[in-house]
């Protein structure tokens, strides 16, 4: 066993090395969907639509709506965004790795949270490329350098501090889950130090880069519909209409996985244990407004590094290790299971039917007309270098439809598309497109005709 033990801490990196290459070869062989909002909408604002205006989104700008999107840094294809996926992976691997070795100064440990960052991973929506994918980038930095400042010198804290505001900062203009932990993350500091400069520390790194967005939407003309889309809209009508509650079979595989968060305030490392207490739980909160499995990438690499150290740290008890084995046992079965679902070649709504649509689109358009598609995803829009119709893009959910369904009409009157590409199947949890938007399903009938059809999917002009 010794010898183990010292072939691990001798030859660790080598082997997180090739737990990585592992890894990306499991994300290779799975099925894959980076989200069409990371194409569609840096698309739309390089071609001068305007953020929240005229491209209707409740999201954080990120890597959508500022100068340098995701376009511009060469998200171009799914190709593309694979290799995105597996990058950002093995960052956060590395980082996983990094901090339990900083927390438990232990190689095995430091490898063994990889160990489980990896078996949980795919599992978790890891085959997703979506903004949940990018928080960990944030996250795992930002609970390095808080631990780093718990345990350093009072006279020691102040560049870090600083330094963890602006990183929060990057967190918050990415997604609004950061926010929580940004405003908590100073509270923790202040009870350790005692000092109430260590707010003016955070704020002078959290505050240039969020008043900089600002004073960007403003020159825009645009912070009144940001603030109402990325803050009031979500705080009202997104969080009482896009809830998704968690089906059973989902609900018991999150209540065994994430278990062991019970065992982390008996960590002996107490400032290690209440980083990782406030970290998950903000984290797992955001998971309450959909419960789709890629939500819990942020926090998953929190219950890796969390149950390595317990692991540590009770792996000799008796009754811990009885819990472990039936941990261990309906893990296995979860993840087998979904392997057995995930592993195929498939690229979702990126895929060749798609592909073919938009092939087909392209006979009756030229590049930059105006289309409007409908129960369509709007990707359809980047693959024909097309534009919605009146510049005007409002992405055809009920959350959405029920604010902006005559705003919609509107546009189709004034604009006058020539080319609309219908899906009447589509559904958002089990309702139809046509009976959630109702008077534009009405609106298209009463002006168009349908003149060719493929995969189920209609192309009309108008009468």
Known sequence: MKSISSFISNYSFFLLVILIIG???ILVKLVFFPYPEFFILPYLTNAGLIPYKEIVDQHFPGLFFLPLNAAVLGLSDAGVARIWLIVITAIN???IFLIARKISKSEFVALLASVIFTFWHPFWGGWVLWIDSFIP??????????????????????????LLGFIFSLGVILKQITLPIAGSIPLLLFFYFRDKKIFLYFFAGFAPLLLLMVFYFYRLGILT???????????ETYVHMSKKAPEYPSLFQMIISYSPILFFPLIKNRKAAILLCVFIF??????TDRFDSNHFQPSLPFLAIGLALVLQQYFSVKRFLVYFLIYLVLS???????????????????????????NTVKEYITSGD??????????????????PAGRFLVFQMPWYITILEDRSIEVLESSKPQLIVRDKKFNIDGESITEFAPKISEYIDENYVVFRTTDNVELLRRK
């Open 93 to 95: 691997n590395l980082f």
């Open 282 to 287: 903000w984290t797992l909160l955001a998971v």
């Open 332 to 358: 296995f079965n979860f993840v087998y299971k979904d392997y057995q679902k995930q592993v195929r070649d498939e690229v979702i709504i990126y895929d060749q039917k798609m592909i073919n649509l938009s």
């Open 137 to 162: 980038l944030i996250l795992l930095p930002a609970f390095y350098l808080s631990y780093r400042i718990i345990n350093s010198k009072n006279t020691d804290f102040r560049k870090l501090t600083i």
């Open 370 to 387: 105006e289309i409007f598609v409908f129960g369509v995803n709007p990707l359809l829009y980047y693959l024909t270098n097309t534009i």
């Open 225 to 235: 519909d940001f603030i109402y889309w990325a803050g009031i809209f979500n705080a």
């Open 23 to 25: 890894h990306s070869f």
